[in-house]
């Protein structure tokens, strides 16, 4: 195989360097220590470049940025304002509104634009329980959770909600027995991700929720990670609150959702004008909800085949890494877990340098979720589901999207065998 690449100093007015590779080992033994020795100053250009991070953002789809633009140029109207220009605007508010709750079942009234997933997470922690009166005002949640829900249920505990976290099985799913234990009469809010980010696990929620509901709890769910990948709809699910992303579905970084059900009540983040009924003031922004709303529409009607291409895909991926690179093994459910991802773990192997060498021949896959790779931490969800950090530490995560090609699986299969070798050899 020849490799082919250009590295580039990142530094203004520095010149690049051009270098030619004739094979895999020989790139990855001159660029890798290049990449570990500069690691945060240096971009190589390749002809090949496989991007299996969705679960960390998606790119912006075309139809998407088409329906954004006049709403960047000729339509700049306020919302609120009640001429022409504003009047503009709000109808096309509105529209995304519609088709924001669409994607999810739920009625427009319901959606409040939040500026993404992790305000409408804190938006619903501390919009809830800030509300809420008497002796009910617990908060149960599990310990796999986006760090959007674990840091603002941190806080909201140091100001003294009293806060129960569900652990998980070695699959990552939490356990309805858990939770009816947990869910007494004093807990307010139960807030259990639908699907997680790092693993793919789907969990049990419309138990959970049946259980939370039955004791008088309000029940949320980031549905970040599942929006867009899997059938959505609030009343199946039984939540009163659900958070949405733009940026995983292929919409625009910056904006996301809180479903409310009607009747639910939540105290305001922020103070100010009376936009989103009074529960998220500011002006909104125009173009990101309209990029929102068309990216909704678009993964509704694209679900079912869209889903079933990419698990396919996922499927090939996960198993010829697993028949071609010994020492592999899965992280997560089997089959209740999202088509898109793929979590592995790889023996003797460094998650993190992986993913640097892998980045370096051309495939960019995540160790650990967006949000906190590059800690040096090992992640909290696969710590939950019993591995060691050693196993914690030497896992992967592929998430594919739409664009995901079968040559794009092939090329990564071989890169990961080419690189978990190389890794296992250095160590040897
Ligand atoms: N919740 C989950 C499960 C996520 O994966 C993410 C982002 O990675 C978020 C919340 C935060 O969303 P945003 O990036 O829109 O703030």
Redesign the pocket.
């Known amino acids: 195989m020849i490799w082919y690449c250009v590295v580039a100093a990142a530094s203004p007015g520095q010149s690049n360097k051009h270098q030619k590779k004739t094979d895999a080992e020989q790139r990855l033994g001159n660029n890798f220590s290049l990449c570990l020795g500069r690691y945060c100053r240096v971009i190589i250009e390749l002809d090949m470049r496989v991007y299996l991070d969705y679960?960390?953002t998606a790119p912006l789809r075309v139809e998407v940025r088409d329906a954004m633009m006049p709403f960047l140029g000729e339509c700049w109207g306020n919302p609120a304002s009640l001429h022409w220009y504003g009047q503009k605007a709000s109808h096309a508010v509105e529209t995304a509104r519609a088709e924001v709750a669409a994607l999810i079942g739920a009625k427009p009234q319901e959606i409040v634009f939040t500026s993404?997933?992790?305000?409408a997470?804190n938006l619903a922690l501390f919009g809830y329980l800030e509300g809420s009166k008497g002796s009910r005002r617990g908060l149960v949640t599990t310990v796999i959770e986006?760090p959007?829900i674990l840091e603002a249920a941190r806080e909201l505990e140091l100001a003294g909600t009293p806060v129960r976290r569900m652990g998980v099985d070695a699959d990552g799913k939490c356990r309805p027995e858990e939770a009816a234990c947990s869910i007494g009469e004093d807990v307010a809010l139960v807030s259990v991700?639908l699907a997680n980010?790092e693993v793919g696990t789907l969990q049990p929620l419309s138990e959970i929720a049946g259980i939370a509901r039955t004791r008088g709890a309000c029940v949320h769910t980031?549905a970040?990670?599942a929006a867009g990948r899997i059938f959505l709809d609030v009343e199946a699910l039984g939540v009163d609150m659900l958070?949405l992303?733009a940026?995983?579905i292929g919409g625009p970084?910056g904006i996301?959702a809180l479903y409310v059900r009607k009747g639910i009540s939540i105290k305001p983040r922020s103070y100010g004008g009376a936009q989103e009924y009074g529960r998220r003031a500011g002006t909104l922004n125009v173009a990101g909800i309209v990029g929102f709303g068309r990216a909704c529409a678009l993964a509704k009607n694209e679900l079912e085949q869209a889903g079933s291409r990419m698990a396919a895909l996922r499927d090939r991926l996960e198993r010829l890494i697993l028949e071609q690179v010994a020492g592999t093994y899965r992280n997560g459910h089997v089959l209740e877990r999202l088509p898109n991802t793929l979590s592995l773990g790889f023996e003797g192997v460094d998650g993190a340098s992986l993913a640097m060498m892998l980045d370096v021949i051309g495939v960019a896959a995540s160790n650990g979720?967006?949000?906190s790779s590059g800690t040096g931490k090992p992640s909290h969800v696969l710590a939950a589901m019993g591995l060691d950090q050693e196993g914690a530490a030497g896992s992967l995560r592929f998430s594919l999207g739409m664009e995901t090609t079968r040559e794009e699986i092939d090329f990564t299969v071989g890169a990961v065998a080419e690189a978990v070798r190389s890794l296992r050899e250095a160590r040897s």
């Open positions: 679960n960390a993404g997933g992790t305000e997470d986006h959007a991700m980010n980031d970040v990670q958070s992303s940026h995983k970084p996301g979720s967006a949000c």
